[in-house]
């Protein structure tokens, strides 16, 4: 591959990533337009077109999706064999790439950042937030951070916290003139806060309860759908609703009066977040002080 198809492919593939010619040009260093003919010129050269265009959004076409997920990988790849090269330094060094939910990020990831971040000022992290299962391949994300139950059998799963409970809360503002629910099917009856993930198809989420082997998943209805579980806290918090959220998400709210929670023996632990990535996937110091700082040890 001669250096111009190599630097084409990688515009390519940040335009691809990005779904945005503005975001792509910024992380490149350079200009929209230079950007642009750059893709466009890449596109006359292979005599197909990569990418659909609109005011909005851009989008790659059947071909350039099929280009995105052969030559995407082959880069991640070639760029985590670079970054190995670090380990002949003397203090480990680079860029590591995570997605992870918002709550994860802020209770789990950012404190084990906290301790490594300042003791070695040539690591640099970038998070993404994303509730869907990110193609961590594909998308040239170093690792992501989900439930364990979430993670594919294929990638390497290393348990960084201890296991999830659910929690259903609601206001004592929106109590004031409702009754409480005392079984799942009570929750026909309330407002509920619903959210939309990408990890369901883009359906609303259904929640999930179980007790004495007994489980139900209960699509609850709601004037309100959201898709941030920050939004839904916020709601809940406003008396907008009753919300569905993780039980370390809800506890202070719980524990100072400002949030009421409900069905509490309808949820059960389960999985706790983990860090998976590629079993292939060669680790650089770097990533791998990271994996350390997260492990999960117990109590």
Known sequence: MNRDNASDLIAFLAVARERSFTRAAAKLGMTQSALSQIVRNLEERLGVRLLNRTTRSVTPTQAGERLFLSVGPKFAEMDADLAALSELREKPAGTVRLTATEFAAAEI????????????????????????????????????????????????????????????????????????????QDLTQHNCLNLRLPTHGGRLYAWEFEK??????????????????????????????????????????????????????????????????????????AFTLLVEALRYRGK
């Open 109 to 184: 990831l950012l404190p084990a950042l906290g301790k490594i971040l300042p003791k070695y000022p040539d690591i640099h992290v970038e998070v993404i937030i994303d509730y869907g299962l990110t193609n961590i391949v594909a998308q040239q994300v170093d690792a992501g951070i989900r439930p364990g139950e979430l993670v594919a059998k294929d990638m390497i799963a290393v348990r960084i916290s201890p296991d999830l409970r659910m929690a259903v809360v609601g206001s004592p503002s929106y109590f004031a003139d409702r009754k409480r629910p005392k079984t799942p």
């Open 212 to 285: 004495s082997a007994r489980e139900l998943n209960v699509r609850v209805e709601g004037q309100l759908v959201f898709n941030s579980a920050g939004l839904l806290l916020d709601g809940a918090l406003k008396g907008l609703g009753l919300a569905y959220l993780t039980e370390g998400h809800v506890r202070p709210y719980v524990s100072d009066g400002r949030l009421i929670r409900v069905l509490a023996d309808w949820c059960p632990p389960f999985s706790g977040y983990h860090l998976y990535y590629p079993s292939r996937r060669q680790a650089s110091p």
